[in-house]
């Protein structure tokens, strides 16, 4: 009798005898607790099942590496394909609706759609909806002038990116010249000036280049040195498929910067020491019993009304006053955070619990 197996869903590109997808470091190792926990799995895509025969090409790790084989059909998938464009995305979505639609498969998580889907969803919550920022879809300039004028200094970002890439800070000044800064699709830095609303619009709308952006207002998130921060946090389902917390640290950015995220050159610290370090005690209370509060609250809310999902990693930003807001949640989150700031237990957690939710689903299909 064939064994149940869990599949890890990549987009993938094949080279001679050797699979290309990223992660291999994360694959590895959930592979290694996989042979720990009896959860056998294979890395696959979806554009390589044979569905007459149901069978699959996949990957597995051998003694000496990355091994293909054919495999019968998973009997949970967990989801890490990340599509680098829209036309990825259109090519992939027919073969990953195929493998969602088969009765005998079921998905540890399914993704999220986008900011703006999560940010309608959450807003219906009462308690929630107090840690968003006004947000809204960039539709025109007028609609745009009417924020900055507002705000005097707003962000717009893609509703689908990620790692800070497509981010842009719009500030209006007193001589009616307009800052921009920001980092451009290949996460590269910018900052650039202009004297002018209408070519300053034109730019924009050249650099937005059809593709859907949040409005929102700038707000002050940095620490006592100017340096941009943003907390993320890691939650997550355990053996039993209930929501955990596994872990937290800061990412802090370069001063002058826009984002904090790692690839744009932060860098990860410990969630306590960077907080105690940066503001009173009573405040650094004040946004521990937040976090853990949105941590109880925003999983199971956003799960009930999107669907299952297995893991988010929610980001944070902090005000001076110990304000916090929710800036984005993304299903399909990494974990390079936690190496960076050396915590092992962590690390290891935010492995193993995905093998342990998959062992829990497997006993139940």
């Not at 495999?71 to 464009?85: A, G, H, I, M, S």
């Not at 826009?258 to 969630?271: D, F, M, R």
């Not at 807001?325 to 193993?352: D, H, Y």
């Amino acid at each position: 009798m064939n064994p149940f197996y869990l599949g890890i869903m990549v987009c993938r590109v094949l080279t001679i005898n050797q699979p290309t997808f990223g992660e291999k470091t994360f694959f590895k190792n959930l592979f290694l607790e996989g042979k720990k926990l009896g959860v056998p799995m294979y890395i696959f895509s979806p554009l390589d099942i044979d569905w007459p025969k149901e069978m699959v090409k996949g990957y597995y790790l051998s003694e000496t590496g990355w091994k293909e084989k054919v495999f019968p059909l998973p009997r949970v998938v967990y989801d890490r394909c990340f599509y680098p464009n829209q036309q990825v995305f259109k090519m992939y979505q027919p073969y990953v609706k195929r493998v969602k639609s088969h009765p005998s498969i079921k998905f540890l998580g399914f993704g999220l759609m986008g900011k703006w889907e999560v940010y309608e969803i959450l807003k219906t919550s009462q308690e929630l909806s107090s840690w968003l920022p006004p947000s809204a879809l960039y539709t025109n300039e007028k609609e745009m002038l009417k924020w900055l004028n507002q705000y005097q200094s707003i962000i717009l970002k893609p509703i689908s990116g990620s790692h800070g890439r497509g981010i842009i800070r719009l500030t209006t000044h007193t001589n009616n010249q307009y800052s921009l800064i920001g980092r451009t699709e290949k996460n590269e830095f910018f900052h650039c000036v202009m004297s002018d609303w209408r070519k300053t619009v034109q730019w924009i709308n050249r650099f937005v280049n059809k593709r859907k952006y949040l409005v929102q207002p700038y707000l002050n998130l940095t620490n006592k040195d100017g340096n941009p921060f943003d907390v993320r946090i890691l939650a997550q389902k355990n053996h039993k498929g209930e929501w955990t917390l596994t872990g937290m640290a800061v990412r802090c950015g370069q001063k002058g910067h826009l984002t904090s995220n790692l690839h744009g050159g932060g860098k990860a610290e410990e969630i306590e020491d960077f907080l105690n370090r940066n503001f009173p005690e009573n405040i650094v209370k004040k946004i521990l019993w937040s976090i853990q509060r949105m941590v109880e609250l925003l999983p199971p809310y956003l799960e009930s009304h999107h669907g299952r999902l297995i893991e988010l990693g929610i980001d944070i930003g902090i005000e001076p006053n110990g304000q916090i807001w929710l800036l984005e949640v993304n299903s399909k989150p990494g974990r390079r955070v936690f190496q960076e700031i050396g915590n092992k237990e962590m690390q290891a957690s935010s492995i193993r619990n995905p093998v342990k939710y998959a062992r829990y689903l497997l006993e139940r299909v």
